[in-house]
């Protein structure tokens, strides 16, 4: 079945059981919505020097924003704030990709599940919440440390 | 009705007041669509737009094959032929809604325009009906977001003052202080007849009184209503009756604003442009009378012309017909709704004074995946805020999925949903 191809049982488990879930500290804090559906994040980001030592976040919304913003936070904390964006360029590019795209399975781990979503254009922005949140943090963390050299 | 709720698709043909709906399917071409695996198209979507019969179409088409000129202007045969359909389509309008006078319709673009064009005249008026610093300005939580924001631009450029009727836990509106909304200071009394979110039918007589009674004008949004219950303007007794033609099978980029002719008379334009001039120096210009020094620029004509032929396709079949069929849809969805486990009903749980749209939570499914996983089953129901997210604040929820019903919808259609909606459970259970 087609549906199968979105809620990929990856996808439904990081919704059902959501990792690095609940705000805790951090260098910069941004609320993003979706105003289409009402989907809604709150997400810190906390740097240790270049790394991305936490991302913590609180939302409401539907399995696969929700399943994002785990998968998420399963894929930058630890790396560097580069590798991070380049996980989230990859990432991007595969939502954007319309069905076409498979993902790197080496950069994108658990994400490249959300490969079915491309399809649904109007799901790619839920997929998406949580990823652009973290981009618009990460910026303004950096900013608030201009010395950061990754 | 019978008693057998344990397997779909059978109890249905027991409603009464159902209109001969295998009939009228053959006359929307869209209804025959089937989607994805061979499921047939299940519309439950009408609250946000309407489908469109045949009849409708062909207006539309012959309109441009054989009619298609400007309106009001020129004086050959195409010219007057069109300004005759367009015209016409006015005179449909106004003895739908039971207007004293054709000249009180007004054409715009949609109900949101209707609205804001009322905002728009109260803002520049002169007095009594001027809003400035010292009026208030009363609506509803249960606007549509088009019958909120109007407001509060107003209320932020005057200085008016924005206060709101509040909702009970079931649904209604809690008038409990409707003495200390509407006051002596209240210029504008603008609310929906029926919520596009919950299906409310609100109690207009008791507002339209004490609103009267406070010399306060009244604007309605019948959006939700025009479409499924015979609209009388008079009986309303509001001063203006906003509604759109795309949800009562008209195209998109029609609407309408009924106002009582002096109020027109008396009220500013807002649009300036061609049409609605009488004559024009570089200096200054004198207007139109109404409804046309409300229609600046060239009109939706064919749109227009699509509206008149839904008119007539719903005055065929009789608004008390399409009302009362819509009735017994509504009574039998809200009972099997209430039988799916977790379900929650926004709004009246009952079908008593509720129009046709029905919101519900289902558990914590959120209802983007509810409504994925209905529309993989062919199933079109709407799901978000549904512009109307006070109400979604006001029960502490983000979003609802809504099924919407019509003239069309068959019980057969509300089992498919049912069955839909426990697939829905087993698929995220």
């Not at chain 2, 400035?132 to 003052?161: C, F, Y």
């Not at chain 2, 001063?239 to 008379?265: C, N, S, Y």
């Not at chain 2, 929820?397 to 697939?423: N, Q």
């Amino acid at each position: 079945m087609k549906l199968d191809s979105m809620y990929q049982e990856i996808i439904l488990d990081h919704y059902r059981n959501p990792h690095g879930k609940g705000l805790r500290d951090g260098d910069a804090e941004v609320h993003h919505v979706n105003p289409t559906c009402g989907d809604e994040i709150t997400l810190r980001v906390r740097l240790d020097g270049a790394v991305v030592a936490d991302v913590s976040y609180e939302s409401q919304g539907c399995s696969i924003s929700q399943a994002s913003a785990s998968v998420l936070n399963d894929l930058v904390v630890g790396k560097t704030v580069g590798e991070g964006q380049v996980i989230q360029e990859a990432f991007l590019e595969l939502m954007q990709s319309k069905g076409q795209g498979e993902g790197d399975e080496e950069v994108l781990e658990d994400a490249v599940a959300f490969a079915g979503v491309s399809k649904y254009p109007a799901r790619v922005k839920c997929a998406l919440l949580s990823w652009m949140a973290w981009k618009d943090a990460t910026a303004k963390a950096l900013a608030e440390q201009p010395a950061i050299n990754d | 009705m019978t008693q057998s709720r344990s397997s779909e698709g059978h109890t249905g043909s027991a409603l009464t007041g159902l209109l001969d709906t295998d009939a009228i399917r053959k006359d929307f071409p869209i209804l025959q669509r089937v989607l994805h695996d061979g499921k047939p198209l299940i519309y439950l979507d009408n609250a946000a737009t309407s489908q469109k019969p045949r009849q409708v179409l062909e207006a539309l088409n012959a309109y441009y094959e054989r009619y298609n000129a400007n309106v009001h202007r020129g004086v050959h045969v195409l010219a007057e032929e069109a300004t005759a359909l367009y015209e016409g389509a006015r005179d449909k309008v106004a003895a739908f809604v039971n207007a004293p006078s054709r000249d009180e319709v007004i054409f715009t673009k949609n109900a949101s325009e209707s609205l804001n064009l009322v905002a728009n005249m109260l803002g520049w008026a002169d007095e009594p009906y001027r809003v400035d610093a010292d009026a208030e300005i009363v609506i509803t939580e249960m606007e549509h977001h088009s019958n909120i924001v109007p407001w509060q631009l107003l209320s932020q450029r005057t200085g008016a003052k924005l206060k709101w009727f509040g909702l009970t836990d079931e649904g209604r509106l809690d008038l409990s202080n409707i003495d200390e909304l509407i006051t002596e200071k209240t210029k504008i009394v603008s609310f929906t007849l029926v919520s596009n979110l919950m299906g409310t039918i609100n109690p207009v007589e008791t507002i339209v009184r004490k609103a009267q009674s406070v010399g306060a004008l009244v604007l309605i949004d019948a959006s939700q209503a025009a479409p499924h219950m015979v609209l009388d303007v008079q009986a309303l007794e509001a001063d203006f009756v906003a509604f759109t033609g795309h949800k009562m099978l008209a195209p998109t980029g029609i609407g309408v604003l009924w106002g009582r002719q002096e109020l027109l008379e008396d009220l500013p334009p807002f649009l300036g442009g061609g049409e609605m001039i009488e004559t024009v120096t570089m200096g200054s210009s004198t207007y139109a009378p109404a409804p046309h020094k409300f229609e600046a620029g060239t009109p939706p004509i064919a749109q227009a012309v699509g509206l008149g032929a839904a008119i007539d396709y719903l005055s065929n079949i009789g608004m008390e017909k399409i009302a009362a069929h819509e009735h017994a849809i509504t009574e039998y969805a809200v009972e099997r709704l209430l039988e799916v486990p977790e379900l929650r009903i926004i709004g009246p749980r009952t079908a008593v004074d509720r129009g046709a749209a029905i919101s519900f939570v289902l558990g914590d499914i959120h209802p983007h995946d509810v409504g994925q996983v209905l529309d993989e089953q062919g199933i079109a129901v709407r799901v978000g805020h549904h512009c109307a997210r006070p109400v979604c604040l006001r029960y502490g929820i983000p979003a609802t999925t809504r099924a919407s019903f019509y003239l069309y919808s068959t019980p057969a259609e509300v089992d498919a949903l049912i069955a839909g909606l426990h697939h829905v459970r087993n698929f995220f259970g």
